[in-house]
C-alpha cells in the first residue's frame, strides 16, 4: 500500500524528490503520513479537498482487500 501511495504522489507533484511517506501500523489500522513540499500541498489536497478524498478512497480499497482500515494524512 506504501507503494501506490508513493506512486500517486509523485504523479501529482512537482517535486517529488520532496516527497516522503511514514507508516505506523496497528493491529487493525495503518496510519501514513504523506510529506509533500509546500508549494506541492494544493495539488495533493486539490479544490475542495477532491483529490484528497480520491487519494483515500483508492488507499482505503486497497487496504480493504487485506482486511485493513488505513487513514492518510497530508502535511507539507
Do not use: C, F, W
Request: hydrophobic share 40%; net charge positive; glycine share 6%.
Amino acid at each position: 500500500m506504501k507503494e501506490l501511495l508513493a506512486y500517486i504522489a509523485h504523479t501529482l507533484v512537482d517535486k517529488p524528490e520532496a516527497v516522503q511517506i511514514k507508516e505506523r501500523a496497528g493491529r487493525y489500522t495503518v496510519t501514513y503520513e504523506l510529506h509533500v513540499a509546500p508549494e506541492d500541498t494544493g495539488k495533493v489536497i486539490g479544490r475542495s479537498g477532491r483529490v484528497a478524498k480520491a487519494i483515500r478512497d483508492v488507499m482505503s480499497v486497497s487496504a480493504a482487500r487485506r482486511n485493513k482500515r488505513v487513514h492518510v494524512d497530508i502535511k507539507s
